[in-house]
Every structure is written in C-alpha cells, then in structure tokens.
C-alpha cells in the first residue's frame, strides 16, 4: 500500500474528518421533561475509550440528569486538550499526557482510572527483531509524552538496553504503520489498533511483545475531569456514577458494548471483541496504585523533559468523588 492511499484510508484524523457530526450523540431531556446538564467528552479511537461511546449511545448519563456527547480525537492525548480549551469536561489518557499537561499549567484533574490492560499497547517491528537486544542499533518510533513512550522507557530499563544505541524518532500514531512500511523506522512502542495493522500491512512485520510481557507494563487510563466539571459537585458526582455504570456495561455486556463502539469506531465488531478483551475495565481509585503509578511516571517525565518539576498532588489528584460516590473503589485515601 502506497502511503498516500494509507493517508487517505487509515490515519485516525482522516477517519474524524469522514465522519464529522455523526459522532456526537446527544441526550435532550429527562425523563421528568427537565432539561439536561451537559457533560461533553473528548475521546481516542479504540478500546480504551469504549465505556464513553457506551454511556452517550446508550443514554446512561440520562438516567442521572445529564446530557452528554462524545468527540473522537488522534488519541488520548490530543483530546485531553479539549479539556483544557473548555470544550470537553472529560477526557482519558494514561500519566504522561496529564503530567505534561499540568506541569504547563493546565486546569484538570484526576479523579479515578477507568481502564487497565497489559495487551493493549505493545512494541511491533520487523520479524528478525528476535530478542531485545535486537532493538540496539535499529530506529524506533513512539509519540512523546504517551503510553508509548513510558513503555519504552519501561522496556529498555527491564532489558538492560543501552538507550544512546538506539535511535528514537517521534511519530504520531496514525504515521506508524507507513513509516514501518518505508523502513523508516524499525520498530514501534503503540497501542491498538496499530499494532495489529502493522502485522497485517507490512510485509515481514508482527507484534513483537505486549507490555504486559515480563512484567514490563501495565497501561492505565485515567478520567481527568476540567476544572468546570470539579467545581460542579453535583454535576461531577453525577457523572461519576454514570461512568462506573457505563464502564461495568463493557464487562457485563461485552458483545452490546463492542457493536456499538465498532460501528462508531468503524472498526469491525469482531476487531472490537478482541481488543476489548484485551482490556479490564473498572473505574477505581485505590491510593496506593494511583500515586505509585503517578510518581513513578513523573520521575521519567522529568528526566525526559516532558515536565519541569513534581506536581503538587493533593491538587492533581482528586479522590473525593469516588470517596463519595463509591467508597469501597477508592480505598487508602
């Protein structure tokens, strides 16, 4: 496949521009006729993101007073921005998008994590890339400040690899795939759906390892709530409920839950059965994962650049909602 074609026909932001309005679903009243409050959130394409599609196709914020809408970005990362400019009260992503998102002074706030996975990000690349150690000398590719990059960080750390031997390019997600296949790069540390299109698309490429490998590294997705929506309790614990609603949907009703995030996705509902189950979905807050997780990443954060100094956690980090609403996922706090 020429990249041109690929551009056209798989890069996540084309898929956004195809797809515009129709993306967006919208509550109108309740059930008592009384108008709605607006929770909008921001969302990726893939697995991680399926309790949001759940919650707005299904209409579960109504059922708690809430009108809500989902917006498809890249990924993650790039819809925690819309967070920030006001236009989404909700996004999720993993540490680093947070904490380098704070660190310049960004209005947001974590208030549980929603999903976990050790199959959903992986490292994908050339077959003769047998071992870790076939990684020195070769290039290799991960959007910055992202899942992606800690993995990385993480992988090189547990092989013992020399980091100065192996040259890193930043790519964003949906340049991945081509640049694999214009050898470019070698290899890439990526989340789904990207690695499995590289084995299917790149001749002599396959999924080398999942994160969850060794031990390596477990991905966590945070919901970071804007500072309108934290100030709003009401409104905020609302919203809370119906995600933990929304999000135990993805694991009582898989299959319902994968044919509707596949078809908003336009990701075939069989592919969305697979990752999905890839993934363990359960809003919580247990303090002792949530600050370990944090302070660990902050510390690769900071020795990469990604952020100035150590956030202020008492701030960044905000248990009172799932203390409230659900006390017994939100232990240690």
Same mark, same amino acid.
């Given at each position: ?97 947070? =904490?380098? &998102?704070?660190?310049?002074? #960004?209005?947001?706030?974590? *208030? @549980? $994590?929603?999903?976990? +996975?050790?199959?959903? /990000? ?85 999924? =080398?390892? &999942?994160?969850?490998?060794? #031990?390596?590294?477990?991905? *966590? @997705? $945070?919901?970071?709530? +804007?500072?309108?929506? /934290? ?103």
């Amino acid at each position: 496949m020429d990249q041109d074609s690929y551009s056209r026909g798989m890069t996540r932001r084309g898929f956004v521009v195809s797809v515009g309005p129709g993306m967006y679903v919208l509550g109108m009243a309740g059930a008592n006729g009384a108008p709605l409050k607006k929770v909008p959130t921001s969302t990726g394409i893939d697995a991680l993101f399926v309790p949001f599609v759940v919650a707005a196709e299904l209409k579960i914020f109504e059922k708690y007073g809430l009108e809500t809408s989902y917006k498809p970005f890249d990924d993650g990362n790039v819809a925690l921005d819309a967070v920030l400019t006001g236009s989404s009260d909700i996004g999720a992503t993993t540490e680093f998008g947070g =904490l380098s &998102r704070w660190d310049k002074g #960004g209005k947001l706030y974590v *208030t @549980s $994590y929603s999903s976990t +996975s050790g199959q959903q /990000i992986g490292l994908a690349g050339r077959d003769d890339i047998k071992r870790p150690e076939d990684l020195i000398g070769r290039t290799v590719a991960y959007p910055r400040a992202t899942g992606g990059h800690l993995y990385f960080m993480r992988y090189v750390k547990k092989y013992n690899l020399p980091v100065d031997k192996i040259k890193v390019k930043f790519l964003q997600a949906p340049e991945m795939v081509a640049a694999l296949e214009r050898r470019d790069i070698d290899a890439f540390f990526l989340w789904e759906p990207w690695l499995d299109k590289a084995a299917q698309l790149v001749q002599g490429a396959r999924v =080398l390892a &999942r994160s969850g490998d060794d #031990g390596v590294f477990i991905l *966590t @997705s $945070y919901d970071y709530y +804007s500072q309108g929506l /934290i100030d709003d309790q009401p409104r905020a614990a609302a919203a809370t409920r119906a995600l933990i609603e929304a999000t135990d949907f993805c694991n009582t009703n898989a299959a319902e839950a994968a044919k509707v995030a596949g078809k908003a996705f336009r990701i075939p509902e069989a592919d969305m059965k697979v990752y999905m189950s890839r993934m363990k979905y359960r809003v919580e807050m247990p303090k002792d994962v949530v600050l370990g997780n944090f302070r660990g990443a902050a510390e690769v954060a900071l020795g990469e650049g990604i952020i100035k100094k150590m956030p202020d956690w008492n701030d960044f980090v905000r248990p009172q909602l799932m203390k409230e609403v659900a006390p017994d996922r939100a232990v240690g706090w």
